[in-house]
């Protein structure tokens, strides 16, 4: 009863405050405006005063029990315009025909050589979600298993998907959605936007078998945070303890989550509702650098931080070219004109000074310092590893 007066309350001083701006701004002629500020202290008076981080238990950690299952299978793809398999040097893709054509009553002689150029072997893989129920649809990734070219305008034919117990639990058919796009030319000249041998068939798969999940043995169930944290782990028992009003929740470790729930299904069912909308305060991430060696991209956290150091940085480039020289003899001698190969050899190395680092406790002032080296993102790399091994840079460097 308090909590519903003080939101009468509440709804009444917001009310009063909107008639007195209202009031203030009787001699305006917009409308809108009088209407945007009554809506901006609604809300105001509505929102609850919580911490930036705070996030629910539900983002914080999964219900034990409560997971998906991985499906894959394997199966033909049929309708391409002559970018198939090469048979010839794809014989399990022959072998499929024959048992397909098999199963549907089609009886090849032996000996038979097929020569198809609109038939691809694939791979077909598929996410079961948990308490999926038969006759639910489910979305299929397609990719091509041979020497395909393209499988944009393909079918894929009745696949059964099986999971890791080598049960059937879903049966996957359907056009194939390629997201990429390509063209060839004559002299072997082509174009081409995204991967043209993967895509999806949206609803392409129906569920035929149940999945059993349960959610907790007995009068307990189990939350199980998405990251190691022993501070995470124990502000989510207090807040969960805080909030049911009992002591209900016990952390077993950085991970694990252990919290005393009814037996009965509906009440369970309720129970994990209220459970999962409980807001909790995340401890700080731990400082972290993410460099993708592939691409050379850098990614930091606002929590990083570097000490005063100084870095030199040049690069070394050395170029060896070859040239063919004529060696063409004296008119006068016995010697023949030959071609010989003239061998240079280049190195330059950029000539940089010695760059100093000063303590930078936030994001934006180490982003400063490093583009004032003038690195680009491939030297970001090696600059930021030897940062880390003299000490200076206060953040785990992770490596993709």
Same mark, same amino acid.
């Given at each position: 009863?308090?909590?519903k007066n003080?939101l009468?309350?509440g709804?009444?001083t917001?009310?009063?405050?909107a008639k007195?701006?209202?009031f203030?701004?009787?001699k305006h ?5 009088k ?14 005063s919580?911490p930036?981080n705070?996030?629910r ?7 034990a029990?409560?997971?998906s299952?991985?499906?894959?299978g394997y199966g033909?793809v049929?309708?391409l ?8 040097q794809?014989?399990?893709t022959t ?9 549907l009553?089609v ?22 979600p ?5 006759g ?6 397609v990719s091509s298993?041979?020497?395909?070219k ?7 034919v009745m696949t ?7 049960n059937v639990? #879903? %049966? *996957?058919? +359907?056009?194939?959605v @390629?997201?990429g796009?390509?063209?060839t030319?004559?002299?072997g000249?082509s174009?081409?936007i995204?991967s043209l041998?993967a895509g999806r068939i949206p ?8 999945v059993?999940?349960s959610v907790g043995q007995g009068?307990?169930?189990?939350l ?6 022993f501070?995470?782990?124990?502000r989510?028992?207090?807040a ?28 369970r069912i309720?129970?994990?509702a209220?459970?999962?909308n409980v ?9 972290k650098?993410?460099?993708n060696?592939r691409t050379?991209s ?6 990083v931080?570097?000490q005063p150091? #100084? %870095? *030199?940085? +040049?690069?070394?480039t @050395?170029?060896i070219?070859?040239?063919p020289v004529?060696?063409q003899?004296?008119?006068l001698?016995a ?9 240079l050899i280049?190195i330059k190395?950029d000539?940089t000074?010695?760059?100093l680092?000063?303590k930078s406790?936030?994001l934006n002032?180490?982003?400063?310092a490093?583009n004032s080296?003038?690195a ?7 600059v930021?590893?030897a ?5 200076a840079l ?7």
């Amino acid at each position: 009863m308090k909590s519903k007066n003080l939101l009468f309350t509440g709804l009444i001083t917001v009310k009063t405050m909107a008639k007195r701006i209202i009031f203030t701004h009787k001699k305006h002629k917009n409308m809108k405006t009088k209407l945007l500020i009554t809506l901006s202290l609604f809300s105001l008076a509505m929102l609850q005063s919580l911490p930036s981080n705070a996030a629910r238990v539900k983002d914080l950690a999964n219900v034990a029990g409560v997971r998906s299952n991985q499906l894959v299978g394997y199966g033909l793809v049929v309708g391409l315009d002559g970018t198939g398999d090469q048979t010839t040097q794809t014989p399990f893709t022959t072998q499929s025909i024959i048992s397909l054509l098999g199963q549907l009553g089609v009886n090849l002689p032996a000996g038979v050589s097929m020569q198809l150029k609109n038939v691809a072997a694939v791979s077909v893989t598929a996410s079961l979600p948990a308490y999926a129920k038969p006759g639910q649809t489910l979305d299929v990734t397609v990719s091509s298993i041979g020497n395909a070219k393209n499988l944009r305008g393909g079918t894929l034919v009745m696949t059964p998907l099986k999971g890791a117990d080598n049960n059937v639990y #879903a %049966v *996957a058919q +359907g056009s194939i959605v @390629i997201p990429g796009a390509g063209a060839t030319g004559a002299a072997g000249a082509s174009v081409q936007i995204n991967s043209l041998n993967a895509g999806r068939i949206p609803n392409g798969a129906t569920v035929e078998r149940l999945v059993s999940s349960s959610v907790g043995q007995g009068n307990y169930l189990d939350l199980e945070l998405k990251e190691t944290d022993f501070t995470t782990a124990s502000r989510m028992v207090a807040a969960i303890n805080q909030t049911l009003g009992q002591p209900q929740a016990l952390a077993m470790d950085g991970r694990l989550v252990r919290v005393q729930a009814p037996t009965e299904p509906q009440a369970r069912i309720d129970f994990l509702a209220q459970l999962e909308n409980v807001v909790v305060t995340p401890s700080e991430a731990s400082p972290k650098v993410v460099i993708n060696a592939r691409t050379g991209s850098v990614v930091m956290n606002q929590l990083v931080s570097v000490q005063p150091c #100084a %870095v *030199a940085h +040049g690069n070394l480039t @050395i170029t060896i070219t070859a040239e063919p020289v004529v060696s063409q003899p004296n008119i006068l001698a016995a010697g023949k004109t030959v071609v010989i190969t003239k061998t240079l050899i280049d190195i330059k190395t950029d000539k940089t000074g010695l760059s100093l680092i000063p303590k930078s406790p936030t994001l934006n002032e180490i982003v400063k310092a490093l583009n004032s080296m003038g690195a680009n993102a491939q030297d970001l790399l090696a600059v930021l590893q030897a940062m880390k091994s003299a000490g200076a840079l206060q953040a785990d460097l992770e490596i993709i």
